[in-house]
């Protein structure tokens, strides 16, 4: 998935060189020569003690352009790689960044409690809201306990469960979407995963509190939706939403998961076509170079966008916010067409018209009428 | 499995569960079902649609809905060029048929999937049918009856199709909270994101005997988790078993349990 041989220092040097801890991805390899450069002149620097300063400016400048233009023409696999990038922020991450005085609440009163959905009473802003997300974990240890953000029935029932809390006492829900998939194993279709997912979308269609949910890495299948279904949808910029996973796309579509780049593209699965599609609202723009680049930016844009979502969805009578947010799954991603029902609606159009030209002209006459009548008269 | 394939294989066939050799219109006269085995095949949505409404009471609506191919899908071949296929090679313009139809005399909004068009998959059309079989039953008060068997979400809508499954959760529980009654019968194979939405949130789900239901399919579970199977893992009965099934109904017997479970809930 990733490498990190761009994370190598020049000749193991004893000179300060930045201490780079970033995980460079394939496709950043550009970004570790420049990398090696620098290394090398601050190297010179040390042993010859002329100034390189200027050079090494330049090559900084160089390093953020050379950035930039990765980034801002990332392709549908490079953003896949990217939103599974090792460093990048995670929903524990923004517990400490965006949530203040989170008060993590466990378990699903029924089978147990999944590490891979937490869930947390939590203040944002001037909110006091449930917070529900996906937990990836940070090292292989923590990777290990959540089943790396895959969800068993268990997390799913709990998240519904706190939804529920929420709704009660009025606090709104907030998710932050981040799975490759619902946990695909014998334990999780025995304790109805299907079932678990398709009650949530059912319930959180009907949740009388707001609701607004972030694809902040990966937004995989059902697995994601399950936290999905809410009065605002938003993916960060470099994260990606699929039905299938690239690589699951290419097995079955190609034969071979060697092809995941062309299924990348062709699942459309990146913030720009999703927000094209009309299947998300917004998207969350992130720091060059990505979230894990600058997390307390990226950060400042979750809460900023959170708080905006809440201050407005709060102003909304219930019934409406329900209502609403019922219309707008309605409408979204209808993507089909019926040349009879165009046919017709054109007929009824023109009927509706032929009626209506009808009655115009037989008030326009009997305005006329009156008018003669008056001058008669 | 030519059988399954709806390959007309003239007066005898292999069945593919027992592999006795059957008299095709014995098996026709049982709704598809083997004589030796009780092998439930699986027949496309207008027999199905044959098997379970009274004769000549099925009134279709949204009859030509299509796909727009909203994402220019290609994969070996474009996505549109598949539909064209399917469509030639089925009669039907989409994997989902819906309706109105009587019951043993009971009127229904009837939906049924058809397994044998891109294995059913849902898409926009499928997920727009759904929906408004699920409005049409909020509007003329009658029960909702689908009849589910996907192969999941259709991967060539991407994300479109994932949208479906929000969509018609979204529309079911409209219809609860309007107190409609809604009968899934799950039949071969039930999977994915049909499985993760309105194939899960029945009133009463009913499923034929040994038709395969789960959420991810057995070979990802073998090897993402490199595990054994166990015996009859993501059946009916197994779903019964585990709490997901209220009644495993053989075929014949649908309509009556259907009408019966009608009459219980005074609809």
Redesign the interface.
């Known amino acids: 998935m990733s490498n990190d041989e761009g994370a190598t220092q020049a000749n193991g040097s004893v000179v300060a060189v930045p201490l780079n801890t970033t995980t460079y991805l394939d496709f950043e390899k550009p970004l570790v020569r420049i990398e090696h450069d620098i290394a090398e002149l601050q190297l010179e620097h040390g042993q010859t003690k002329r100034s390189v300063s200027a050079d090494i400016k330049q090559q900084r400048s160089r390093y953020r352009s050379t950035l930039k233009r990765l980034y801002t023409n990332l392709t549908p696999w490079e953003t896949v790689l990217v939103a599974r990038h090792p460093q990048r922020p995670l929903t524990t991450d923004y517990l400490k960044t965006v949530f203040r005085d989170v008060c993590e609440l466990h378990g699903d009163r029924c089978f147990g409690d999944d590490d891979a959905i937490i869930t947390a009473f939590a203040r944002v802003g001037g909110h006091r809201v449930m917070v529900i997300g996906h937990n990836k974990g940070k090292d292989i240890k923590e990777r290990v306990a959540c089943n790396f953000g895959c969800a068993h029935p268990e997390g799913y029932r709990k998240a519904l469960g706190k939804m529920r809390l929420a709704q009660k006492y009025g606090l709104p829900v907030v998710c932050l979407v981040d799975t490759q998939?619902?946990f695909?194993?014998?334990g999780?279709?025995?304790?109805?995963?299907?079932?678990a997912?398709?009650?949530n979308?059912?319930?959180m269609?009907?949740l009388k509190t707001p609701i607004v949910s972030v694809v902040i890495g990966e937004g995989g299948?059902?697995g994601a939706?399950?936290l999905?279904?809410a009065d605002r949808v938003a993916m960060f910029q470099h994260s990606f939403?699929?039905?299938?996973s690239p690589e699951?796309?290419a097995a079955?579509?190609?034969k071979t998961a060697e092809r995941r780049q062309?299924a990348a593209e062709?699942?459309?699965?990146t913030s720009t076509e999703?927000s094209r599609?009309g299947?998300i609202d917004d998207v969350i723009p992130e720091p060059v170079g990505g979230a894990h680049r600058d997390p307390a930016a990226v950060a400042a844009n979750l809460e900023k966008y959170i708080v905006g979502s809440l201050d407005s969805l709060k102003r909304m009578k219930l019934p409406t916010l329900v209502r609403k947010?019922?219309e707008r799954?309605?409408q979204?991603?209808?993507?089909?067409?019926?040349?009879?029902?165009v046919k017709a609606a054109a007929e009824a159009a023109k009927e509706k018209l032929a009626t209506r030209r009808a009655t115009s002209r037989s008030s326009r006459i009997s305005g006329r009428f009156t008018r003669r009548e008056k001058i008669s008269g | 499995m030519v059988d399954e394939k709806g390959v007309p294989a003239g007066l005898w066939a292999r069945c593919a569960a027992c592999g006795h050799m059957v008299y095709e219109k014995d098996v026709e006269k049982l709704l598809g079902v083997c004589p030796e085995c009780s092998h439930h095949r699986r027949v496309d949505a207008r027999t199905r649609i044959r098997h379970l409404a009274d004769p000549d009471t099925f009134e279709e609506f949204s009859v030509d809905l299509k796909s727009t191919d909203p994402l220019k899908f290609k994969d070996r071949i474009p996505y549109k060029e598949r539909l064209k296929r399917e469509q030639a090679k089925t009669g039907e313009v989409e994997a989902m048929i819906i309706g109105k139809a009587f019951i043993r005399g009971r009127p229904v909004i009837l939906g049924v999937m058809n397994p044998m068009f891109i294995m059913a998959s849902m898409g926009a059309v499928v997920g727009e049918k759904m929906v408004r079989a699920a409005e049409r039953a909020v509007e003329d008060n009658l029960p909702l009856v689908v009849v589910t068997a996907s192969g999941g979400a259709r991967m060539q809508e991407g994300v479109v199709a994932l949208t479906q499954m929000a969509k018609t959760a979204s529309a079911l529980a409209q219809l609860d909270d309007a107190g409609g009654l809604y009968i899934v019968v799950a039949t071969d194979p039930t999977t994915g994101g049909v499985s993760a939405s309105f194939a899960s949130l029945g009133d009463i789900v009913l499923a034929e005997p040994k038709a395969m239901m789960g959420f991810a399919g057995p070979r990802v579970i073998q090897n993402t988790m490199n595990v054994e199977l166990p015996e009859g893992f993501q059946t009916a009965e197994f779903m019964m078993e585990h709490g997901f099934v209220d009644r495993i109904v053989p075929r014949s017997d649908l309509r009556t349990e259907i009408a019966r479970i009608i009459d219980f809930c005074g609809k």
């Not at chain 1, 939403?241 to 299938?244: A, G, L, M, Q």
């Not at chain 1, 979204?332 to 029902?341: A, D, G, I, K, V």
Request: glycine share 8%; net charge neutral.
């Open positions: 998939w619902a695909p194993g014998i999780s279709e025995e304790r109805g995963i299907s079932h997912i398709a009650t979308l059912m319930e269609a009907r299948s059902g939706l399950g999905a279904v939403y699929s039905v299938i699951g796309c079955i579509l190609w062309h062709a699942l459309r699965l999703l599609l299947a947010r019922q799954v309605r979204m991603c209808s993507f089909y067409e019926s040349p009879l029902e």
